[in-house]
């Protein structure tokens, strides 16, 4: 297995300055395809073991189009606790923090071919509530080459110092999908290659294209959070939605 980098002091610098990192060659390849491989069966299934993160309203569950696919990898990777690139997320990610972070959930997120749907501009803090303010951090790994044709990072430079942004639940969207307005005049696009990675702070609001390439656009987000923080306190926008059990579809939490 390759050497993973460790996080230097430009690294620690630049994430706390601007709220948001790429870092390049950082995760095997090997790790990479064994991933894709694996989430191919996400797609195949995902009526069964996704979510629709663009769910319309007007549309029933069986309607669903799958514009952002969202899953939980581990229910198709079991291992996937085992590989490198997740421990190495957690110990580069608590550089950045400069606290001890850990593991606390992941998602697959994928794409389709022509009709891959935005993902509005949101902060990670706005879903996951007061209780992880500034000690939450997310790192993003396509499955291959992003940009702004298949759905690549989006970030506002400096955005995690303009505190928790009001957020909405756009008025065509079903599912729990989220949305804010910063200042779209400080977005920085980040392209990145295969084996390449992203981070960013729970505060950092972020966002990424729609897909319009002729290739499924995937990608795995690892969710860190501070030792001994809890999921919780939540904004007045949030709202739990239950995918499983349309007619229980929103509850307040």
């Known amino acids: 297995m390759m050497n993973y980098p460790q996080a230097t002091d430009e690294h620690v610098e630049f994430f706390r300055l601007h709220g948001y990192l790429v870092v390049k060659d950082a995760i095997d390849l090997r790790e990479i395809q064994l991933l894709d491989e694996a989430c ?16 319309e309203k007007g549309k029933t569950k069986e309607q669903r189009s799958f514009k ?10 079991p291992k996937i606790a085992e590989l490198e690139f997740r421990r ?25 071919p022509f009709d ?8 990670d803090e706005g879903y996951w509530g007061k209780n992880l303010d500034d000690k939450g951090i997310t790192c993003w790994m396509p499955f291959h080459d992003v940009d702004e044709a298949n759905g690549c990072m989006h970030f506002i430079d400096h955005g995690h110092r303009d505190g928790i942004l009001i957020h909405t639940r756009p008025d065509h969207i ?7 307005e910063p200042d779209t005049s400080r977005t920085v696009v980040c392209p990145i290659k295969r084996g390449d990675v992203t981070f960013h702070h729970g505060k950092t609001p972020h966002m990424t294209t729609a897909n319009l390439s002729n290739q499924w656009r995937q990608a795995i987000t690892t969710h860190m959070s501070a030792q001994g923080a809890t999921f919780g306190n939540f904004y007045p926008w949030y709202v739990g939605v239950d995918q499983r059990n349309p007619d229980k579809h929103l509850e307040a939490k």
Do not use: M
């Open 40 to 55: 191919r069966e996400i797609l195949r299934r995902k009526g069964e073991l996704a979510n629709d993160w663009a769910w």
């Open 116 to 123: 891959g749907a935005e993902t509005y501009w949101h902060q």
């Open 174 to 180: 079903k599912s729990d999908l989220l949305v804010c």
């Open 88 to 112: 190495w997320t957690a110990t580069f990610a608590s550089s950045l923090l400069g606290q001890p972070v850990a593991f606390w959930y992941d998602q697959y997120l994928a794409k389709p």
């Open 68 to 77: 952002i696919v969202q899953a939980n990898p581990g229910s198709v990777i």
